[in-house]
């Protein structure tokens, strides 16, 4: 697959492509920020969105969903234990931010190691549980899409509605675990990788 980053977010949330070359399918991971930009991003790589895939159900990457959804016509993946998230405007935190919007539910609950079909790529998922209580990474031959799991240096906060360190850790953990150097894509900053949070992440380091 290719990666493709989209930052078009609030507060600077990365949404991202993830493109399968030999098909031009693509799935539109967290629609976070404009809607038009990212139809603009979806215009430029020329693909078809087949899925939109939510690592989480937080506001900063889902306030684009309906545009989105209403674009693509792609059906919305999230983990069953954050699906209340999209009818909740305070599991969302959407109240956090001024706002009171709502969503449909999905139309696929994950769970872990369920796989999604991006043309003729797949796409795996990791339940990674701690920022939120259905936090899932998505898992691709290209890297993973870590959401607001692990970031460079840093990992997501476990100081609101759902979240808990000892959880996170473990998840981050599960992660440092996956053999190899894989590339990670996280919600929110520069992209980093496995063997660097290994070592250097602050918050979570490698026994
Ligand atoms: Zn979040
Ligand atoms: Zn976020």
Do not use: W
Not at 138 to 166: H, V
């Amino acid at each position: 697959m290719e990666i493709v980053t989209v930052c078009a977010g609030y507060s600077s949330a990365n949404s991202y492509l993830l493109i399968d070359e030999e098909t031009n399918q693509a799935a539109l991971v967290d629609p976070g920020g404009e809607a038009n930009e990212l139809i603009f991003a979806i215009q430029a790589n020329a693909v078809k969105v087949c899925a939109i895939l939510l690592t989480h159900g937080h506001f900063d990457h889902i306030l684009a969903l309906d545009e989105i959804k209403k674009y693509t016509g792609a059906p919305v993946y999230i983990h069953r234990l954050d699906n209340a998230c999209l009818t909740n405007p305070e599991f969302s935190l959407m109240t956090l931010a001024g706002r009171n919007d709502t969503f449909a539910s999905a139309d696929v609950l994950l769970e872990d190691g369920d796989t999604i079909s991006v043309g003729t790529s797949t796409v795996e998922v990791i339940y990674t549980p701690g920022h939120t209580v259905g936090s899932v990474c998505f898992k691709t031959d290209a890297g993973i899409i870590s959401g607001d799991t692990l970031f460079y240096e840093s990992i997501g906060r476990t100081d609101f509605p759902g979240g808990d360190f000892a959880t996170i850790d473990a998840s981050i953990r599960c992660l440092y675990a996956i053999e190899g150097d894989e590339k990670i894509y996280p919600g929110h900053g520069e992209p980093t990788t496995l063997s660097h949070e290994r070592k250097y992440n602050p918050f979570v380091r490698q026994r």
